[in-house]
């Protein structure tokens, strides 16, 4: 029987340590992620939301070890990938690829668009150059590009271009969960759009896992099945897409969504106010406290713990689970 769950985090928490000023002042750390617990399906598309500096990010740089988490648990179908290193790392790391953010630095402009896109196959080994060259091209035509291409360098192509070439290398090597860094965030709008779609067809007919990872919700709501909304660090909110878009319990998440620019709106996005508070020494209670309007006492004091309130709706608010 093929186990359903395909990634499952676990208290999953990333300390970055800040220099000191000398030997003797104390050791302080940056908190990028704190205490997050999540499971991914096969098959699903999980979008990771937030604002910069959230932790969504190096939630995934986590879950695809090119970080080490400070603590918790990474399981990789059934497995514990958190401490892997050498030989077990190097087969763990091909299962879960990247696109990234900008297609302009994340392609080296002194590779052919041919050798970008084979040397992952070259380095996993992936069999003969003929049969390389035959795979290249394959990814070419799945991704709309010609195969002229590969003989081009990335200066030679606009930026929605580029980012199919780099869709292109994360596919290559057949990964299980491709995790898509804000991967459409530097493009305009109707180049969001095909490669969207581009990523959705993909997902159908390769069977493919995505994280993606995003600060725009009209975004994620495309291509997403369930939500889950980071805020300094800490999830605050989960729920599956089609509830999440109808109701959000979190004020953050309530925000977030508000925030989305919408021209037949007549009365206007309020931005939030308050201060948002520094993740090097945090203070007692709920992090969003400085900026939430239903702020109360116990919130400056316990921090809210992630709790289900609904049928797979979960929220980390005093709001909700005071009124048990």
């Not at 209670?285 to 609904?310: D, M, T």
Request: with cysteine; hydrophobic share 35%; net charge positive.
């Amino acid at each position: 029987m093929i186990n359903k769950n395909i990634i499952f985090v676990s208290n999953l928490t990333m300390n970055f340590p800040i220099k000191r000023d000398n030997f003797l002042s104390k050791k302080q750390y940056i908190r990028a992620v704190d205490d997050v617990s999540f499971n991914i399906n096969h098959g699903d598309s999980i979008g990771i939301v937030g604002e910069s500096g959230s932790g969504k990010t190096t939630v995934g740089r986590m879950i695809s070890r090119l970080l080490k988490p400070s603590s918790g648990t990474i399981i990789y179908e059934g497995n514990n990938v958190t401490n892997i290193s050498g030989k077990e790392l190097k087969l763990y790391m091909p299962n879960i690829q990247t696109v990234f953010q900008d297609p302009y630095t994340s392609l080296n402009p002194r590779l052919t668009i041919g050798e970008i896109i084979s040397e992952p196959m070259k380095i996993n080994k992936w069999g003969s150059k003929n049969k390389i060259n035959s795979r290249t091209k394959h990814l070419l035509d799945i991704v709309g590009l010609p195969h002229t291409s590969i003989n081009r360098y990335s200066s030679e192509f606009s930026g929605g271009q580029r980012q199919r070439i780099a869709i292109c290398r994360a596919i290559a090597i057949n990964p299980k969960i491709v995790i898509c860094d804000e991967a459409v965030s530097a493009l305009d709008v109707s180049m969001q759009a095909k490669i969207l779609n581009l990523l959705v067809d993909l997902k159908n007919n390769l069977k493919l896992t995505y994280i993606f990872i995003s600060h725009d919700l009209s975004v994620v709501r495309l291509v997403c099945d369930k939500i889950i909304v980071m805020y300094m660090g800490r999830i605050i909110e989960m729920s599956p897409s089609d509830k999440f878009f109808e109701k959000q319990y979190h004020p953050y998440a309530e925000a977030l969504l508000e925030s989305i620019p919408d021209p037949y709106n007549r009365i206007g996005f309020k931005p939030l106010d308050g201060e948002i508070q520094s993740n090097i020494n945090l203070s007692n209670g709920c992090n969003f406290q400085n900026r939430c309007k239903y702020v109360k006492g116990i919130c400056k004091i316990n921090s809210p713990p992630l709790k289900e309130i609904a049928n797979q709706r979960s929220t980390a608010c005093f709001l909700y689970q005071d009124s048990e």
